[in-house]
C-alpha cells in the first residue's frame, strides 16, 4: 500500500520523504481545501516535485476546492503551470473543475477528493463516470463499506491518521453560514472545534472529536484491497509529518511503532478508530494543557528524524582508471539508471600510486546523498597516482547526473483550445416567475396544506414508506429524498425500488451516489445543494449524467446563482434553517443520551441549532431561518425556488408558502439572508 503523507510547506514534504513516505499531497496558493496552511507558490512547487522524484514518491496536488465561474479562467492557468512539473495526480472536489483538468490536461489522473463525500459503491461508480481513478473515501466509512467500495475497480485512498471533523467532508457549512470562511473553499474556521452543548454547559465541546488512528488495523486494512494510506495535517507542522509517517512507515514495514510519541506529538485526549471498527463510544475529545506539554517535550526529538538524507537505492560504480585514458566511473542505482562521467588523464606515481582501496574509500563517501554503496568493480593500472579530490568530484557528478536522471519527468500535454468555450449554455429566458417547491419533514403535511401551486414536494424516504398511500393523489409532485449517508446501499436500493413500484418517480441526489443508483432504478433524478454546485462546468457536467434539475450550492450570492447557464434547470433554498452539519456521531447522544433529548445544540452565545436525527445520522441545522420572500428579485432568473421546511408548524408552513406565493412586504424578525449577499471568502 502506497503511504501517502501531507505537506504544507517545503519543510514538511522533506520530512515526509527522508521518513518513508511514498507519496506526498501539496496544495498551491489557491484552489486548495487548506488555504490557511503554508502551502507552495510555483517556485516552492517545483522543487516540491523534483524532490518527490528524486526520491521515486509521487507527487499528488490537491486543487480540491468548488470554483466559481468568475475563477475558470485562473483556475485554467493553475492547472497548466502545476502540469508543467508532472505531476502523477490532481485531488479534485468539484465536478466541474474535474471537467476542466480532463479538457486542459486529459492524461493526468483525478483524485476523487473526500470532499466529494463517497462513502458507498454508487458513489465510487458516480465519481468514475465522471472521469476520477481513485476516490478518497469518507473518514465515516466502516471496514465493511470500505469493503464494498474497493471492489469497484478504482483505486481507494483511506484517512487512517489525523484530524476528524464532526461533519462528514463536504457537507458542513458551519464555518460559511457564521462568518463566511467555507470548508469548500478551504478557509474553515473549525467552528465546530468551539463550546457546543446540549443542555447549555458554557465549557461543553459536543462537535469536537478526537483525532484519527488506525495504525492497529494496518494488516486488516491491506486485506481489504486499499491502495493508499493517507495521514491528514497539512497545516500541522514538520516534527508531526515526520513522527507520523515514522510510525506508518514502521508499521507498513513490521515493525512496531512508537505510538506514546504518535500520541505526544498531537492528540485530542488519545485517539479514536471508532468509524472503522463500529465502535463508536468515547470518539469526543478537545486539545488540552497535558496535549500540549506533551508536544512541546518530543519536538527536539523527533527533528533529529529527517535531519539526514533518507537511503532508497544502492549505487554500483564500474571505475576504469588506465595510463593514457581519462579517468572513468560508470554509476548504476538499483532503480535502472545509468550514467557515466570521466575526468583528467591518471599521472605516474611519484611517490605512492592509487590502489583500488583508495578509490574505494572515496566513492564509499555517499552520507549526503540517497544511495547506499553497491557492487564496485575497480580497475586500475600500475603505478598511476589519481588525486583524492578527482574521484571525489567525479562520484558527485555522477550522483547529480542520477538525480536529474530520477527527476527528469515529461510534461503533461495540454489542450490549446480554451475550455471555455466547450462547455457552455446559453442562459434560458424565463416568461414566469419561479417555480416553488416544498421540502417537508412529515408526510402528514402534504394531506394538511393545499399543495396545487408547488411545483413538487420534496419529502424524506422513510415518510414516503410509511405514507404511500396516503401520498397516493401527490405521487407524480413528490420527490424523494433519501438518507445523506448511506450505511446499507442495498437495502436502500430496495427500498428505492419499492416507491418505484408504487409510482413515485422523482429522486433527490442527496450524494454522488444517487447519479449512478437513480440512474440504474429508472428514477427521474434532481440534484440536491449537497453536491455543491457552484459553476456551470459542474451544473453542465451532472446535467449531463442524468439531473433533470438542480439546487445550487447556497454558498453562492444570490448573483453568482442567477448567472449559472446550464441544459437543466436551476434553483436555490429560498427560505429554510438550511443543515450546516451532516454528521455520523449525534452531538446531544453523546452528551446526554437519546432519553434526554431536546433536539438541539446551544453555542456559546446561546443560539440554538435543532439536531434531528435520521437513519443512522444526524444533521445541525442553522439557528436562524432564510428568508426572501421580500426580495423576489434576488431568485428571478431562476428556474425554481425550495422551501425548506424543517420544525414550522403547520400554520408557519401556511403563512410561509403564501409569502412566496403572493408576495411578502417586509421581512419577519429573526431571520437571515445566509450567504446570498454576504457571499464567502
Known amino acids: 500500500m502506497e503511504l501517502?503523507?501531507?505537506?504544507?510547506?517545503?519543510?514538511?514534504?522533506?520530512?515526509?520523504?527522508?521518513?518513508?513516505?511514498?507519496?506526498?499531497?501539496?496544495?498551491?496558493?489557491?484552489?486548495?481545501?487548506?488555504?490557511?496552511?503554508?502551502?507552495?507558490?510555483?517556485?516552492?512547487?517545483?522543487?516540491?516535485?523534483?524532490?518527490?522524484?528524486?526520491?521515486?514518491?509521487?507527487?499528488?496536488?490537491?486543487?480540491?476546492?468548488?470554483?466559481?465561474?468568475?475563477?475558470?479562467?485562473?483556475?485554467?492557468?493553475?492547472?497548466?503551470?502545476?502540469?508543467?512539473?508532472?505531476?502523477?495526480?490532481?485531488?479534485?472536489?468539484?465536478?466541474?473543475?474535474?471537467?476542466?483538468?480532463?479538457?486542459?490536461?486529459?492524461?493526468?489522473?483525478?483524485?476523487?477528493?473526500?470532499?466529494?463525500?463517497?462513502?458507498?459503491?454508487?458513489?465510487a461508480e458516480s465519481a468514475k463516470n465522471l472521469g476520477f481513478s481513485r476516490v478518497v473515501i469518507s473518514r465515516e466509512a466502516s471496514r465493511q463499506m470500505i469493503s464494498e467500495i474497493t471492489s469497484q475497480g478504482l483505486e481507494t485512498e483511506i484517512f487512517v491518521h489525523g484530524a476528524l471533523c464532526m461533519s462528514v467532508s463536504g457537507q458542513c457549512y458551519m464555518s460559511a453560514m457564521i462568518g463566511s470562511r467555507s470548508a469548500n473553499r478551504g478557509l474553515c474556521a473549525q467552528s465546530c472545534r468551539l463550546p457546543f452543548s446540549p443542555v447549555g454547559h458554557p465549557d461543553e465541546h459536543?462537535?469536537?472529536?478526537?483525532?484519527?488512528?488506525?495504525?492497529?488495523?494496518?494488516?486488516?486494512?491491506?486485506?481489504?484491497?486499499?491502495?493508499?494510506?493517507?495521514?491528514?495535517?497539512?497545516?500541522?507542522?514538520?516534527?508531526?509529518?515526520?513522527?507520523?509517517?515514522?510510525?506508518?512507515?514502521?508499521?507498513?514495514?513490521?515493525?512496531?511503532?512508537?505510538?506514546?510519541?504518535?500520541?505526544?506529538?498531537?492528540?485530542?485526549?488519545?485517539?479514536?478508530?471508532?468509524?472503522?471498527?463500529?465502535?463508536?463510544?468515547?470518539?469526543?475529545?478537545?486539545?488540552?494543557?497535558?496535549?500540549?506539554?506533551?508536544?512541546?517535550?518530543?519536538?527536539?526529538?523527533?527533528?533529529?528524524?529527517?535531519?539526514?538524507?533518507?537511503?532508497?537505492?544502492?549505487?554500483?560504480?564500474d571505475v576504469t582508471i588506465t595510463k593514457g585514458s581519462p579517468v572513468t566511473i560508470t554509476a548504476?542505482?538499483?532503480?535502472?539508471?545509468?550514467?557515466?562521467?570521466?575526468?583528467?588523464?591518471?599521472?605516474?606515481?611519484?611517490?605512492?600510486?592509487?590502489?583500488?582501496e583508495d578509490v574505494q574509500k572515496q566513492l564509499s563517501k555517499l552520507g549526503d546523498t540517497v544511495y547506499t554503496g553497491g557492487r564496485n568493480t575497480i580497475s586500475v593500472g600500475e603505478s598511476l597516482s589519481v588525486p583524492a579530490s578527482l574521484l571525489n568530484q567525479l562520484r558527485r557528478e555522477a550522483v547529480e547526473k542520477l538525480y536529474s536522471m530520477r527527476e527528469e519527468r515529461k510534461p503533461y500535454r495540454t489542450d490549446t483550445v480554451s475550455v471555455t468555450e466547450t462547455k457552455t449554455a446559453e442562459?434560458?429566458?424565463?416568461?414566469?416567475?419561479?417555480?416553488?417547491?416544498?421540502?417537508?419533514?412529515?408526510?402528514?403535511?402534504?394531506?394538511?396544506?393545499?399543495?396545487?401551486?408547488?411545483?413538487y414536494i420534496i419529502l424524506p424516504l422513510g415518510e414516503?414508506?410509511?405514507?404511500?398511500?396516503?401520498?397516493?393523489?401527490?405521487?407524480?409532485?413528490?420527490?424523494?429524498?433519501?438518507?445523506?449517508?448511506?450505511?446499507?446501499?442495498?437495502?436502500?436500493?430496495?427500498?428505492?425500488?419499492?416507491i418505484l413500484d408504487l409510482g413515485f418517480r422523482h429522486l433527490m441526489c442527496t450524494n454522488a451516489a444517487y447519479l449512478s443508483t437513480g440512474k440504474?432504478?429508472?428514477?427521474?433524478?434532481?440534484?440536491?445543494?449537497?453536491?455543491?454546485?457552484?459553476?456551470?462546468?459542474?451544473?453542465?457536467?451532472?446535467?449531463?449524467?442524468?439531473?433533470?434539475?438542480?439546487?445550487?450550492?447556497?454558498?453562492?450570492?444570490?448573483?453568482?446563482?442567477?448567472?449559472?447557464?446550464?441544459?437543466?434547470?436551476?434553483?436555490?433554498i429560498a427560505y429554510g434553517k438550511v443543515p450546516l452539519m451532516l454528521t455520523v456521531n449525534c452531538p446531544v447522544k453523546n452528551s446526554v443520551g437519546c432519553g434526554k433529548c431536546r433536539h438541539f445544540i446551544t453555542d456559546r452565545t446561546g443560539r440554538r441549532f435543532r439536531v434531528m436525527c435520521r437513519e443512522g445520522s444526524a444533521e445541525v441545522f442553522n439557528s436562524e431561518a432564510i428568508y426572501l420572500a421580500d426580495k423576489p428579485e434576488t431568485y428571478e432568473k431562476l428556474d425554481f425556488i425550495t422551501l425548506f421546511f424543517t420544525d414550522e408548524s403547520e400554520k408557519e408552513i401556511k403563512k410561509i408558502f403564501s409569502d412566496y406565493a403572493e408576495g411578502s412586504q417586509a421581512a419577519p424578525q429573526g431571520i437571515t439572508r445566509g450567504l446570498y449577499f454576504r457571499g464567502i471568502k
Request: glycine share 6%; net charge neutral.
Open 4 to 123: 501517502l503523507a501531507p505537506a504544507g510547506n517545503t519543510e514538511s514534504l522533506v520530512a515526509a520523504l527522508r521518513c518513508g513516505a511514498d507519496a506526498v499531497y501539496i496544495g498551491g496558493k489557491s484552489f486548495s481545501a487548506r488555504q490557511n496552511a503554508s502551502n507552495f507558490d510555483i517556485a516552492e512547487m517545483k522543487e516540491a516535485a523534483r524532490l518527490c522524484h528524486r526520491y521515486g514518491a509521487a507527487l499528488h496536488i490537491a486543487v480540491n476546492t468548488v470554483i466559481t465561474d468568475s475563477q475558470t479562467d485562473e483556475f485554467i492557468r493553475e492547472i497548466r503551470k502545476y502540469a508543467e512539473l508532472s505531476p502523477d495526480a490532481f485531488i479534485v472536489q468539484d465536478p466541474g473543475a474535474a471537467y476542466i483538468i480532463r479538457n486542459t490536461v486529459p492524461d493526468i489522473p483525478l483524485h476523487a477528493s473526500t470532499q466529494m463525500t463517497v462513502h458507498t459503491p454508487g458513489g
Open 206 to 317: 459536543c462537535l469536537s472529536l478526537k483525532d484519527l488512528s488506525l495504525i492497529g488495523h494496518i494488516d486488516e486494512i491491506k486485506a481489504l484491497g486499499v491502495t493508499s494510506l493517507k495521514i491528514e495535517g497539512r497545516m500541522k507542522r514538520p516534527e508531526y509529518v515526520a513522527a507520523a509517517v515514522t510510525a506508518y512507515r514502521t508499521a507498513l514495514d513490521g515493525g512496531t511503532p512508537d505510538t506514546e510519541m504518535l500520541k505526544a506529538v498531537f492528540s485530542r485526549n488519545g485517539f479514536t478508530d471508532g468509524y472503522f471498527t463500529g465502535c463508536r463510544k468515547n470518539m469526543f475529545g478537545m486539545r488540552d494543557k497535558d496535549d500540549v506539554l506533551s508536544s512541546s517535550s518530543v519536538l527536539p526529538d523527533l527533528r533529529q528524524l529527517y535531519r539526514k538524507e533518507r537511503k532508497i537505492s544502492a549505487l554500483d560504480f
Open 332 to 356: 548504476s542505482d538499483s532503480d535502472g539508471f545509468t550514467c557515466t562521467v570521466t575526468g583528467a588523464e591518471p599521472e605516474s606515481a611519484v611517490n605512492r600510486a592509487v590502489t583500488e
Open 427 to 455: 442562459r434560458r429566458l424565463r416568461t414566469s416567475s419561479p417555480a416553488i417547491r416544498v421540502r417537508l419533514e412529515k408526510a402528514s403535511s402534504v394531506t394538511v396544506h393545499d399543495m396545487t401551486n408547488a411545483e
Open 464 to 498: 414516503i414508506i410509511k405514507s404511500a398511500d396516503k401520498l397516493g393523489p401527490y405521487r407524480e409532485k413528490i420527490i424523494a429524498e433519501p438518507p445523506r449517508f448511506i450505511y446499507d446501499e442495498e437495502k436502500l436500493k430496495k427500498e428505492l425500488k419499492y
Open 520 to 572: 440504474e432504478l429508472g428514477f427521474v433524478l434532481h440534484g440536491d445543494f449537497g453536491l455543491n454546485v457552484t459553476n456551470r462546468f459542474s451544473a453542465e457536467e451532472l446535467a449531463n449524467h442524468g439531473l433533470k434539475d438542480l439546487t445550487l450550492s447556497f454558498e453562492l450570492k444570490a448573483v453568482q446563482a442567477g448567472n449559472i447557464s446550464c441544459s437543466s434547470e436551476t434553483g436555490i
